[in-house]
């Protein structure tokens, strides 16, 4: 990549770099093969916390992109993961889908709307207004509020779409409660990534498609980054930004001589 060398480990986002709408991108699936050629170690990463890694394997696989779902970490088994740190065997009332209640439940998690720990905030394709009065109640009540991730609108083909940012929002205006972040921007996503791939810092690469998610958190955790223009952040864009990437290149293709 750089004076570093040829990368050890990658991290790679999803969406904007990967596919786009449901498409693979041109150079996709060549770039992973070139991953399993290399015998790198390698994460696709997500901050879209509603499907099991299991569901989104079968999603790219639609695709024409064969990843397998050990492969995948998304920010619903971040959030997992970072709480079975923080409170071994710990409850929480969940607001999300089957990616975030099945990630909590194999990190020992109970689900409860009683008394839970925690209150955690994902994804959902259908915010239910009972859901989230019970979770404002639950967090006056003293339960901690995490988020999965800080996206205030998802894509959608009619448009945006409401995203956990924005009801997180609702609920700290409720309640006056912010809630602790786990996915993108937050470092700590891609230092759990790197903890499951047995990965280091100072030899990885993480390729975004956003300088205000992807690209500001690998530089934070020290990675190599790199911004394909095939997603949210356009050429003209990445100068009105305080920090840069280590390179922009046009898409994903160009990435695969530097596997």
């Known amino acids: 990549m ?22 693979a991108l041109p150079g996709a699936a060549d770039f992973l093969q070139r991953l399993v ?18 569901d989104l394997a079968a999603r790219l696989a639609r695709s024409g992109l064969q990843v397998p779902e050990e492969a995948i970490w998304t920010s619903a088994l971040a959030t ?7 409170l071994p065997g710990g409850s929480a009332y969940v607001v999300g889908e089957a ?23 994902g994804e959902t394709r259908t915010y239910s207004f009972e859901a989230i009065t019970r979770a404002i109640r639950l967090v ?16 959608s ?14 609920i700290t205006k409720a309640t006056g409660a912010e809630p602790y972040f786990v996915g ?18 100072e030899s990885t690469t993480m390729v975004g498609d956003r300088m205000d998610t992807d690209i500001v958190a690998g530089i934070e955790a020290g990675l190599e980054t790199v911004l394909v223009l095939t997603g949210s952040t356009r050429a003209a864009d990445v100068t009105r930004f305080p920090f840069r990437p280590g390179r922009v290149v046009d898409s994903i293709a160009d990435v695969i001589d530097l596997v």
């Open 2 to 23: 750089s004076e570093r060398g040829t990368s050890e480990c990658w991290l790679t986002d999803m969406d904007g770099v990967l596919v786009h709408e449901g498409q």
């Open 37 to 54: 050629d290399r015998e790198r170690r390698f994460l696709v990463l997500t901050n879209n916390s509603i499907f099991t890694p299991r």
């Open 80 to 86: 997992a993961d970072f709480l079975a740190g923080q």
């Open 99 to 121: 990616g975030l209640t099945t990630a909590l439940h194999e990190a020992g998690y109970t689900i409860t709307d009683t008394e839970p720990d925690y209150v955690v905030l």
């Open 140 to 155: 006056e009540a003293g339960a901690r509020f995490i988020a999965t991730n800080p996206d205030v609108t998802g894509p």
């Open 157 to 170: 083909a009619e448009g945006s779409l409401p995203a956990t940012g924005s009801v997180a929002a609702l």
């Open 184 to 201: 993108k921007p937050n470092p700590m996503m891609f230092r759990s990534a790197l903890n499951r791939i047995d990965g280091h810092s």
